[in-house]
T-cell receptor, first 113, second 115 residues
Framework: KAGVTQTPRYLIKTRGQQVTLSCSPISGHRSVSWYQQTPGQGLQFLFEYFSETQRNKGNFPGRFSGRQFSNSRSEMNVSTLELGDSALYLC????????????FGQGTRLTVV | DQQVKQNSPSLSVQEGRISILNCDYTNSMFDYFLWYKKYPAEGPTFLISISSIKDKNEDGRFTVFLNKSAKHLSLHIVPSQPGDSAVYFCAAKNPYGGSQGNLIFGKGTKLSVKP
């Protein structure tokens, strides 16, 4: 069974640009959550999608958005990039949102210069 | 305010000895806890979990203990191996969802196991 796949693995963008990250969950999983990891801050929750609907949203500015498609694949978008957006962005899928463990992808390392 | 706390940012242990990683939580309604291990440039991988109806769960070299009255859990690794060197995250299942999502994570403890 394939794991969670995130693309791209690495990305370098300039301040002010926008970026789109992609996540393909484990087959059959309908819940996808996104996290931002920065040094010393652990995993900060961005949002969760379940059956194409945003179910939970973290305390991030509106520049951060996401969506989920009918095949459960998810994308997150960050507009007007700032230097502070440099981080590892992680996607996690689970079979039913909020129950038991979540399975993480390898992440996308975003660097904003 | 942090609801899941890992107060030790780092821990260094000799190979073969016991590693004890600690985690505290503030919300007595949390009833399911998980530990994840993370290597650099990789996503976290699930390690072990425990439900609040138990006070101990064991899986090979890994044991998690839960003390509900103290709102404290710990992960024991015996014996520790150099390959265990990683960042360990404690997480609590959040029954409320909302702005913290379904899993609330601590900030992690970096474990270094010296040969």
């Amino acid at each position: 069974k394939a794991g969670v796949t995130q693309t791209p693995r690495y990305l370098i963008k300039t301040r002010g640009q926008q970026v789109t990250l992609s996540c393909s969950p484990i087959s059959g999983h309908r819940s996808v959550s996104w996290y931002q990891q920065t040094p010393g801050q652990g995993l900060q929750f961005l949002f969760e999608y379940f059956s194409e609907t945003q179910r939970n949203k973290g305390n991030f500015p509106g520049r951060f958005s996401g969506r989920q498609f009918s095949n459960s694949r998810s994308e997150m978008n960050v507009s007007t990039l700032e230097l502070g957006d440099s981080a590892l962005y992680l996607c996690a899928s689970s079979s039913v949102g909020g129950v038991t463990e979540a399975f993480f992808g390898q992440g996308t390392r975003l660097t904003v210069v | 305010d942090q609801q899941v706390k890992q107060n030790s940012p780092s821990l260094s242990v000799q190979e073969g000895r016991i590693s004890i990683l600690n985690c505290d939580y503030t919300n007595s309604m949390f009833d399911y806890f998980l530990w994840y291990k993370k290597y650099p440039a990789e996503g976290p991988t699930f390690l072990i979990s425990i439900s609040s109806i138990k006070d101990k769960n064991e899986d090979g070299r890994f044991t998690v203990f839960l003390n509900k009255s103290a709102k404290h859990l710990s992960l024991h690794i015996v014996p520790s191996q150099p390959g265990d060197s990683a960042v360990y995250f404690c997480a609590a299942k959040n029954p409320y969802g909302g702005s913290q999502g379904n899993l609330i994570f601590g900030k992690g403890t970096k474990l270094s196991v010296k040969p």
